[in-house]
């Protein structure tokens, strides 16, 4: 039976992603730093769905960690789900280095390390799938997210990649550009609600674009006409508009 490796499982859409992959008969590797509550999460699709479950600690931020972390894994996984991010502050990040570092990691360097390990493991296999959780803030910079977006563009750009380096070797990579997505990353904020997502449109989206082997999706569809939109604005009067 296929196993898939969710990376930040504690976030809302990961929850969702666990919950559509075990219904479709796959076993889960539940990584992140709070293991009481994936053990839990683990229980609970252990019991629903009658798949395997395991909770496993996983900190992004420690590279140096995520080489052993994966070989650890016996079975591999025949999936890999990137969704570990944070949003940060981006006023705190413009004026603390320590703040500002610890969103690009979070985003970007921390991602890196851990596909790394598992892109090359699945090119000597010459199979598997790895799906990366970005954001549309990647495709322009504003200035109220620029160093999350910053570094959102860079996993988008190393997705982009890793896909062309891997087809040859019959490994699948998606990027995922979600707009807005009802979590707790933007619990307090007002969202506008033809424009957010809810987690499980984002788990039956990558479940499909796994299944169809689709390379990039926005979740919802209307964004990438949105950022088609954004991407084209002159940069004249982009750099006047207040977003
Ligand atoms: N919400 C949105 O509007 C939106 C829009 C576009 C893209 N996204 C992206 O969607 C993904 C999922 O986010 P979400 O909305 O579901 O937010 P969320 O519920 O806040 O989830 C963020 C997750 O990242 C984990 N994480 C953060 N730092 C970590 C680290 N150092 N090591 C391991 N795990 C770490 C958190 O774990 P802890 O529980 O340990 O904190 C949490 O599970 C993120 O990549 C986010 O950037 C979100």
Known sequence: MSYVLILGATSDVAVACAHEFAANGYNLYLAGRDTGTLNIL???????????????????????????????????????????????????????????EKVIHSNYTGAVSV???VANHYEANKSGVIVGVSSVAGER?????????????GFTAYL??????????????????????????TEGLKLPKPLTAEPEHLSKAILKAVKKKKDV?????????????????????FKKLKL
């Open 115 to 117: 596909l790394n390990a």
């Open 42 to 100: 683990a229980s609970d699709a252990n019991i629903r769905h009658r798949v395997e479950a395991k909770a496993l600690k996983f900190d992004a931020l420690q590279s140096d960690t995520h080489q052993s972390f994966y070989e650890s894994l016996n079975p591999k996984p025949d999936v890999t789900i990137c969704v570990f991010g944070l949003l940060g502050d981006q006023q705190r990040s413009e004026h603390n280095w320590t703040d500002c």
């Open 217 to 237: 999706i926005y979740v919802l569809p209307v964004w990438r006409l949105i950022m088609l939109i954004i991407r084209n604005i002159p940069e004249g009067i």
């Open 160 to 185: 982009s990649g890793l896909r062309n380096r891997l087809t040859k070797s019959n490994v699948h990579v998606v990027t995922v550009k979600p707009g807005f997505i009802n979590t707790r990353m």
């Open 141 to 153: 910079g504003r200035q109220s997210n620029y160093i999350y977006g910053s570094a959102k563009a």
